[in-house]
């Protein structure tokens, strides 16, 4: 009798296995995913683009991806109207990929803030902790919004912004604000994503 048993037993267990190491391929893995300093751009004009994957580095698609501003950095950007904030949900395409247009200004540096700017979560799991760049990154005087900006209540890339990526790019420093793709270096890709939003003197009001 004990023999007879013991076959749709070890059946029972190892289907069991076999649904727990599926769902483990299925979950978002912070690892494996590839998740960048928020972009935000007066005109939204700017993309920001995070992967999920999960442990076996396969994309996820339909996993709700939360952008989550704390309130130090929240209270201190530049908001065009109309933008959600603190939370700024989107959904992967099959892909993996969440891509999200967001309307305002400022560069927020974690060591300049003392704090994590913003966290992302994709279906309530925390993938990272992240800073925030914007190609108007400083005020009219120069000022981050970590040292007292002023951005006149209107988010807006002038000349002041020019000057300061334009120092950055030709130093090929790694300067946090100017990093745009998050690589670690201020170079040729990201003079390219600054270049359009520069000229166009890109604002909330356009």
Same mark, same amino acid.
């Given at each position: 009798m004990k023999n007879r048993v013991r076959g749709p037993v070890l059946a029972l267990a190892c289907l069991i296995a076999g649904s727990a190491t599926a769902s483990a391929g299925i979950i978002p893995d912070p690892a494996s995913s590839d998740i960048p300093n928020v972009v935000v751009s007066p005109e939204g004009l700017l993309e920001y683009r995070v992967t999920?994957? !999960? !442990?076996?580095?396969t994309p996820l698609d339909g996993v709700m991806v939360l952008v989550?501003?704390?309130?130090?950095?929240? =209270?201190i950007l530049c908001w065009c109207a109309g933008e959600t904030h603190p939370e700024i949900m989107a959904t992967t395409n099959p892909a =993996?990929?969440?891509v999200f247009f967001i309307r305002g200004g400022g560069c927020v540096d974690p060591a300049a803030l003392g704090s994590i700017p913003a966290e992302v979560f994709a279906d309530g799991i925390k993938m990272a902790e992240v800073g925030i760049v914007s190609p108007d990154a400083v005020d009219a005087a120069g000022l981050f919004p970590t040292s007292g900006w002023n951005p006149g209540g209107n988010c807006v890339v002038g000349l002041s912004d020019a000057t300061f990526h334009t120092g950055a790019i030709s130093a090929g420093t790694s300067a946090f604000c100017s990093d745009m793709d998050s690589d670690g270096i201020v170079a040729l890709a990201d003079a390219v994503l600054l270049t359009a939003p520069i000229a166009d003197g890109e604002s909330c009001i356009q």
């Open positions: 999920i994957r !999960s !442990s076996t580095n989550k501003f704390n309130a130090a950095a929240d =209270g =993996g990929e969440a």
